[in-house]
């Protein structure tokens, strides 16, 4: 039975009044008022936040907090100039540069009299790049050499040990790339160049490399896969339909093996027995028959499981031209400049001819794509005074770089870190995978080798970029093999792998901006001279 009692003491009791609201009213974190994301915060920053009603101060801080991205807990302090309602407050000690912090004002705030914030508030902020020096400092040509030196041991130290073959990334194990390893044999040219090995232990790496793909490695009318197994030869699908020829990466291991070709080019027998060797791969590819029954375009797939699935022709204009100049040049199975008008060319579709940034863009999609387009054909093709119907090739690469370049210092999505200084969007890593970055697909991520391998295009820009990446950046984007594939100073997130084919074009562009050796090498291939004549380009 309910008491009487008990219900008339409850009857008369006084709600307790409810607690009243204020708010917010604006906010500051070094001088950016109310905004929720912040760059370039200074390490000691000063956080101003201006109520509409008394704090009480005594115990504003417990409801307060700054957080790392360690999820430490970071001290702060009341300022003194702090009154009931404006609050100004900083850490007690210096934060780390580079580094995520967020700052949360709890609900829970009290305020004078029984007042309660309306709201709980989250500031996101990174601090400020450290710009001082992490490593000595060098003359550029210096640098250059430290770069493309530290880059090469990825195809010396770590190229597979059975194979010889270039790795596709630094935890690839057995996967070896095709294209890539094309690419590493140019690196090698370099280091004998340059003397970081000698002529001999290149050779005899580059014979190792040559008799695997003659005599281990699955041919599909003469072309290679993409990934090859570095133990056994055994072709590794690429994807699921991918599981066979590769004509594109061919074309890159061609590239490489008759530079190769041309520098070996002493009596000496075993250098005569790599040229016949590599004159054996070489002659075997069978361009032609990527025409897919005769057609007047090439195909960049085939699989003996699925045939024609992937259904991919090579048409421009992107990273493959030197498909169509190899395909000309070939002694046994040449294309003729109908397939490469229509089939490259589209008869002209690939012309752009639009302004970008303020720069006239001759060939290819908006803003140029990726930097990529601009380097990895042109790693032995010599753009210099390289034109043809639709276009002049230095024109097309230094045009398309500087558009790169000047989005970048533009950076019209408001990126943390793009400068002049930091630039260079390209296909990379990115914290959710691999992706292809340019200007009209940008999250943020700059990749080193796009503004490197850049060098001859847009020597001051690269330059600039490279002292960046190495004394700015350095202490966490330098490692063993040069420097980390990318970054992303907006979240911040540095990689800590290296692919093949972003780490070679360093290297490659890095000396054909010097001394011109790779360009010199190419070129010098009578076939390929018979071949850019055929589809009608002018070399002056």
């Known amino acids: 039975m309910l008491c009487t009692s008990c219900s008339k003491h409850n009857s008369n009791a006084q709600p307790q009044p409810q607690p009243q609201v204020f708010h917010l009213t604006s906010f500051s974190v070094d001088h950016q008022i109310n905004q929720y994301q912040l760059y370039q915060v200074s390490r000691m920053p000063e956080i101003v936040l201006h109520f509409d009603h008394a704090v009480v101060l005594s115990t504003a801080l417990n409801y307060i907090q700054l957080i790392n991205d360690q999820q430490q807990t970071i001290n702060l302090q009341l300022l003194p100039s702090s009154t009931d309602s404006v609050l100004r407050i900083s850490p007690v000690d210096s934060l780390q540069a580079l580094h995520k912090y967020v700052l949360t004002i709890q609900k829970s705030l009290p305020g004078v009299g029984n007042w309660q914030l309306d709201n709980t508030f989250t500031i996101n902020w990174i601090t400020e790049i450290d710009s001082t020096d992490k490593f000595p400092r060098i003359s550029d040509s210096a640098l250059l050499d430290l770069v493309a030196h530290q880059t090469f041991h990825y195809f010396w130290e770590f190229a597979h040990p059975v194979s010889g073959m270039a790795r596709e990334r630094s935890n690839s194990g057995d996967i070896c790339t095709t294209g890539g390893t094309g690419f590493g044999i140019m690196a090698i040219l370099v280091g004998i160049e340059r003397n970081w090995i000698s002529r001999t232990d290149g050779l005899n790496r580059i014979q190792q490399i040559v008799h695997f793909l003659s005599t281990s490695c699955t041919r599909y009318h003469g072309a290679f896969s993409h990934w090859i197994n570095g133990s056994t030869g055994a072709t590794i699908p690429f994807s699921r339909l991918d599981d066979g020829a590769d004509l594109v990466e061919t074309a890159y291991l061609m590239m490489g093996l008759l530079c190769a070709r041309q520098y070996f080019q002493s009596p000496d027998s075993d250098e005569q027995t790599l040229r016949a ?60 400049k109908q397939v490469y008008d229509s089939g490259w060319a589209k008869n002209g579709a690939m012309r752009n001819g639009q302004t970008y940034e303020g720069i006239r863009l001759p060939l290819g999609p908006a803003f140029g794509g990726p930097l990529f387009f601009a380097q990895y054909s042109f790693l032995g093709l010599n753009p210099h005074a390289l034109s043809d119907a639709y276009a002049n090739y230095w024109e097309q690469n230094v045009a398309h770089t500087q558009i790169n370049h000047q989005y970048c210092v533009n950076n019209p999505l408001h990126f943390n870190g793009y400068s002049t200084d930091c630039w260079g969007l390209t296909a990379s890593d990115d914290p959710a995978g691999y992706a292809v970055h340019s200007p009209t697909s940008d999250n943020g991520v700059i990749a080193p080798t ?57 290297i490659i562009m890095i000396e054909n901006a010097r001394s011109g050796l790779l360009w010199r090498l190419f070129m010098s291939c009578p076939e390929v001279q018979q071949g850019l004549k055929t589809l009608g380009f002018v070399v002056q």
């Open 277 to 336: 060797a590599i004159d054996s791969l070489w002659y075997r590819v069978e361009w032609t028959w990527f025409q897919r029954n005769g057609q007047s375009v090439l195909y960049w797939h085939w699989s003996p499981n699925y045939g024609w699935a992937m259904n991919l022709p090579i048409q421009g204009w992107n990273e493959a031209l030197i498909t169509y100049v190899l395909a000309a040049s070939s002694p046994t199975y040449a294309i003729n």
């Open 450 to 506: 796009a503004a490197i391998a850049s060098l001859p295009y847009t020597p001051d820009a690269s330059m600039r970029a490279i002292r960046f990446f190495y004394y700015t950046l350095g202490d966490q984007l330098w490692g063993t093999y040069g420097f980390y594939d990318a970054f992303d100073l907006s979240q911040p997130w540095f990689d800590h792998q290296y692919l093949a084919i972003d780490q070679a074009p360093q």
